[in-house]
């Protein structure tokens, strides 16, 4: 009987510590979801933008959003809101795939029901058959629509572990995240070697793909498709196919270019299921993919190349 009576007395106190827990963190709330009590305006401690993101894409003092991983991640707020006179956050996760991303366009629009614009990185991850593939872990718990399922991920190590810089945030000891998203890779591709241009080359030099498998169908596609039509009209929506260096571009005519070509076929026709959406097409063979000074490696270009895409994002989005 005692050891029953101390077995129920340790489970009722665990089961109290773990409710009392989950209540100081859902008041608490580290991650600045304002998911059920909210105590501050937007801003988390500088942390990665899977987190990050989730109190970035509720600000209400953005309207428009940049979607995707690292290959859109240099295009920059600050310019395209001097061009277009939109509000734009970079919800950017760097070896993101399609699943993560339409996850966190679904918590962006659930907090900004008629946004001005989104761009849309859709690289090559986005010609897969599978929509529901990734690789890298990501809180999908955090975005969830399930208040429960955000409770019973709430619960956790980690969290426990944002606490501190959660309290000091709001206390205004330790500087919130940047809020608009940006993050500039150069500075780390140059601490790395890639200020040499020789290295750089020999990180370029490959052979131009030839072969390829075709998927059934283009899931992120048809899902983006579905997407849109559910968009306000007004909404401008650009599809950005972002750069690769020419030896990672495929040779014309073979599997691979044909693979490629039913891909982006794929999307126009997401293009063309709606007014107000328009495709920025870096992704084939032009002059500006053919340099190596525009490149860090096959995909990751440099600035001058992003100040290029942005003008064609900001000439979609007015109308030219």
Request: proline share 8%; charged share 25%.
């Given at each position: 009987?005692?050891?029953?009576?101390?077995?129920?007395?340790?489970?009722?106190?665990?089961?109290?510590?773990?409710?009392?827990?989950?209540?100081?963190?859902?008041?608490?709330?580290?991650?600045?979801?304002?998911?059920?009590?909210?105590?501050?305006?937007?801003?988390?401690?500088?942390?990665?933008?899977?987190?990050?993101?989730?109190?970035?894409?509720?600000?209400?003092?953005?309207?428009?959003?940049?979607?995707?991983?690292?290959?859109?991640?240099?295009?920059?707020?600050?310019?395209?809101?001097?061009?277009?006179?939109?509000?734009?956050?970079?919800?950017?996760?760097?070896?993101?795939?399609?699943?993560?991303?339409?996850?966190?366009?679904?918590?962006?629009?659930r907090h900004h029901r008629q946004p001005?614009?989104?761009?849309?990185?859709?690289?090559?991850?986005?010609?897969?058959?599978?929509?529901?593939?990734?690789?890298?872990?990501?809180?999908?718990?955090?975005?969830?629509?399930?208040?429960?399922?955000?409770?019973?991920?709430?619960?956790?190590?980690?969290?426990?572990?944002?606490?501190?810089?959660?309290?000091?945030?709001?206390?205004?000891?330790?500087?919130?995240?940047?809020?608009?998203?940006?993050?500039?890779?150069?500075?780390?591709?140059?601490?790395?070697?890639?200020?040499?241009?020789?290295?750089?080359?020999?990180?370029?030099?490959?052979?131009?793909?030839?072969?390829?498998?075709?998927?059934?169908?283009?899931?992120?596609?048809?899902k983006l498709r579905d997407l849109v039509?559910?968009?306000?009209?007004?909404?401008?929506?650009?599809?950005?196919?972002?750069?690769?260096?020419?030896?990672?571009?495929?040779?014309?005519?073979?599997?691979?270019?044909?693979?490629?070509?039913?891909?982006?076929?794929?999307?126009?026709?997401?293009?063309?299921?709606?007014?107000?959406?328009?495709?920025?097409?870096?992704?084939?063979?032009?002059?500006?993919?053919?340099?190596?000074?525009?490149?860090?490696?096959?995909?990751?270009?440099?600035?001058?190349?992003?100040?290029?895409?942005?003008?064609?994002?900001?000439?979609?989005?007015?109308?030219?």
């Amino acid at each position: 009987m005692a050891w029953r009576g101390f077995a129920a007395t340790l489970v009722a106190v665990a089961a109290g510590a773990c409710l009392a827990a989950l209540a100081f963190l859902v008041v608490l709330d580290p991650y600045d979801t304002g998911r059920l009590f909210s105590i501050d305006r937007p801003g988390v401690a500088p942390t990665g933008p899977r987190i990050a993101n989730a109190s970035r894409a509720r600000d209400d003092a953005f309207d428009a959003a940049i979607i995707g991983n690292s290959h859109v991640q240099l295009l920059t707020p600050e310019r395209l809101n001097a061009a277009t006179g939109a509000r734009f956050v970079s919800l950017i996760v760097p070896a993101s795939y399609p699943r993560e991303q339409f996850v966190i366009i679904d918590w962006f629009l659930r907090h900004h029901r008629q946004p001005k614009a989104l761009v849309i990185g859709a690289d090559n991850t986005w010609c897969r058959a599978d929509a529901t593939y990734h690789e890298k872990p990501f809180p999908f718990w955090l975005y969830e629509r399930s208040e429960l399922a955000y409770l019973r991920g709430l619960l956790n190590y980690s969290a426990l572990e944002a606490i501190p810089g959660r309290v000091l945030t709001l206390r205004g000891i330790k500087n919130r995240a940047r809020r608009d998203g940006y993050w500039d890779y150069e500075p780390e591709y140059l601490s790395l070697g890639y200020g040499d241009r020789n290295f750089v080359r020999t990180k370029l030099t490959a052979e131009r793909p030839t072969k390829g498998s075709e998927p059934i169908g283009f899931q992120p596609a048809e899902k983006l498709r579905d997407l849109v039509a559910k968009l306000p009209p007004e909404t401008k929506v650009v599809i950005v196919h972002p750069p690769r260096y020419i030896n990672f571009i495929p040779v014309p005519g073979s599997d691979a270019a044909r693979l490629e070509e039913a891909c982006l076929a794929a999307y126009r026709a997401v293009a063309a299921s709606r007014p107000n959406v328009a495709i920025v097409d870096w992704y084939g063979d032009r002059p500006e993919n053919r340099d190596p000074e525009n490149f860090f490696d096959r995909t990751h270009y440099r600035h001058p190349m992003a100040r290029a895409i942005e003008a064609d994002i900001a000439a979609a989005i007015n109308g030219r």
